[in-house]
């Protein structure tokens, strides 16, 4: 605990064992909003995408079962996460 990448969000109003700063708990302490784990990375892809989930949401995204407008946004999330990275690899060629 303590150290936290760039995109992490700190979970708010939470003490660390001193009772000074914050400190993340776990992962369900960043969820802005209840619901199981599955929901929340369908509703949050991009948040996902930045923790690691790519393979999950790319088998999610086409699932026979997955409702059309859910493949949609997971597609959509993971185009424009394949657009950053590639903008990112241009940029680091570059220098």
């Known amino acids: 605990m303590g150290e ?3 995109e992490d969000v ?3 109003g939470v003490q660390d064992a001193g009772g000074e700063g ?3 708990g776990d992962s ?3 969820q802005l ?3 199981t784990h599955r929901a929340m990375v369908v509703n949050y892809p991009r948040s996902c995408l930045l923790q690691g989930a790519e393979s999950y949401l790319r088998w999610l995204a086409g699932d026979r079962y997955a409702q059309t407008e859910v493949a949609a946004r997971l597609d959509a999330a993971l185009a424009e996460f394949e657009a950053a990275q590639l ?3 241009r940029q680091t060629a570059a220098v």
């Open 10 to 12: 700190v979970a708010a």
């Open 28 to 30: 369900w302490s960043e």
């Open 33 to 35: 909003e209840r619901g």
């Open 4 to 6: 936290f990448v760039d």
């Open 87 to 89: 903008a990112a690899t």
């Open 22 to 24: 914050v400190a993340d």
